[in-house]
């Protein structure tokens, strides 16, 4: 089992950019397929950036692409998601989560950090 510990989020204007950090324990994180999820108040959870396990596969949604990037440090148990040009419908809890799987992609993963809060101001 892994444990994931979400850092990085905070307050930012449009257009802005943050740095989401997900810390990995108690497990092969280099084993596991990682993502990032979002749910804003009201709303489903939706997956926003997905990579494999050795980083070679990634995934985005439509609404990000070309302004989020994934990526992960194995040697660091770390993964990131770098935030460029933040809009307000960005706004929504972000978590970090893994699936034992070589890459995976949607929102049933197996495992869920608590979330960090990033919030988009117009």
């Known amino acids: 089992q892994v444990t994931l510990v979400e850092s990085g989020g905070g307050s930012v204007q449009a257009g802005g950019s943050l740095r989401l950090s997900c810390a990995a324990s108690?497990?092969?994180?280099?084993?596991?397929?990682m993502g990032w999820v979002r749910q804003a108040i009201g709303k489903e959870r939706e997956g926003v950036a997905g990579?494999?396990?050795?980083?070679?596969?990634?995934k985005y949604a439509n609404s990000v692409k070309g302004r989020f990037t994934i990526s992960r440090d194995n040697a660091k148990n770390t993964l990131y998601l770098q935030m460029n040009s933040l809009k307000p419908e960005d706004t929504a809890m972000y978590y970090c989560?893994?699936?034992?799987?070589?890459?995976?992609?949607?929102?049933?993963?197996?495992?869920w950090g608590q979330g960090t809060q990033v919030t988009v101001s117009s």
């Open positions: 990579i494999s396990i050795d980083g070679t596969r990634t």
């Open positions: 108690r497990g092969t994180f280099s084993t596991y397929s």
């Open positions: 989560a893994a699936r034992p799987l070589w890459f995976y992609w949607g929102v049933e993963y197996t495992y």
